[in-house]
């Protein structure tokens, strides 16, 4: 007999995690003291750490679980790993340089259930350094130009606008960022989860491309906000990330554009990479 009870439905956070115990305490505090939501589990996949991390971050939440990896599986990898493990319907990839607001949950998972049309959204990204302003890594939503150079609401190059309620409509958008983003797992699993061949950067702009193609949309929602350091895993890799960038772009478009359309777009897209 139904008694009328609302079915919460089962999410799964999945955080992979390299090294940097205070960045990871952080955001395991952030999601104990500002998630509320009655029917989660959160996973945290240990890349390889040595520092002892993992460890202080499930003093905090003694029910955590753990996947721990002997190597860096980079972002894909270590996002495929804790979905393998993971039993939530929805999952959500989280970056461990993050503090999330109350209801951030909440929000992301009311918007998809509310239509079935968006395999995956992601919320507003703001500066955990300046509150105020937008991030970097996905700020108010994820485009991109036809050439695969990937821009956002709130930040064009490296120009970051301050956060003025500009972008607090809920819109379609291309791509969601991995600092924070919901999936369906039905679709995570039928688009095959994250190219493991990325490692970094561009690997969330692939997926949601992918998504698309399968027939579903990508969602912004400003109600759900979390707060990102961004720039901790690289930060003093310049060169290799630059790399992964450029990379991975050029691998992105020859995987999901059509054979006519790389003929029309592929030579200014090398022309762009040699010049600029």
């Not at 956060?163 to 960022?177: C, H, K, L, P, T």
Request: glycine share 10%; with cysteine; net charge negative.
């Amino acid at each position: 007999m139904n008694d009328g009870t609302i079915k919460v439905p089962r999410v799964s956070i999945i955080i992979p995690h390299q090294a940097g115990t205070e960045i990871l305490t952080n955001c395991i505090r952030s999601l104990a003291d500002n998630t509320d939501y009655d029917n989660m589990e959160v996973v945290v996949v240990d890349n390889g750490s040595t520092d002892g991390s993992v460890e202080k971050a499930r003093e905090l939440m003694p029910d955590l679980r753990v996947v721990r990896l002997e190597q860096n599986q980079g972002y894909a990898g270590g996002c495929n790993r804790g979905a393998e493990v993971a039993d939530g319907e929805f999952l959500v990839f989280l970056n461990d340089d993050t503090e999330v607001a109350p209801r951030w949950l909440h929000e992301m998972v009311a918007a998809v259930q509310a239509d079935p049309g968006y395999g995956a959204c992601q919320p507003k990204l703001l500066s955990l350094k300046d509150k105020g302003s937008f991030e970097y890594s996905g700020a108010g939503g994820g485009l991109m130009d036809m050439y695969g150079y990937p821009f956002s609401r709130g930040r064009l190059m490296n120009e970051i606008e301050r956060d003025e309620g500009q972008y607090n409509d809920r819109v379609e958008i291309f791509w969601a960022s991995g600092v924070a983003m919901l999936v369906r797992r039905d679709t995570f699993n039928a688009i095959g989860g994250f190219d493991e061949t990325f490692f970094a950067y561009m690997e969330e702009i692939d997926l949601s491309w992918r998504i698309q193609l399968l027939g579903q949309r990508i969602a912004y929602v400003p109600a759900s906000v979390v707060y990102h350091i961004g720039g901790f895993s690289l930060d003093r890799r310049v060169l290799k990330r630059m790399y992964l960038n450029h990379r991975n772009s050029m691998i992105m478009l020859l995987k999901n554009y059509s054979t006519r359309s790389l003929c029309r777009i592929l030579p200014v897209k090398v022309a762009l990479e040699v010049f600029i």
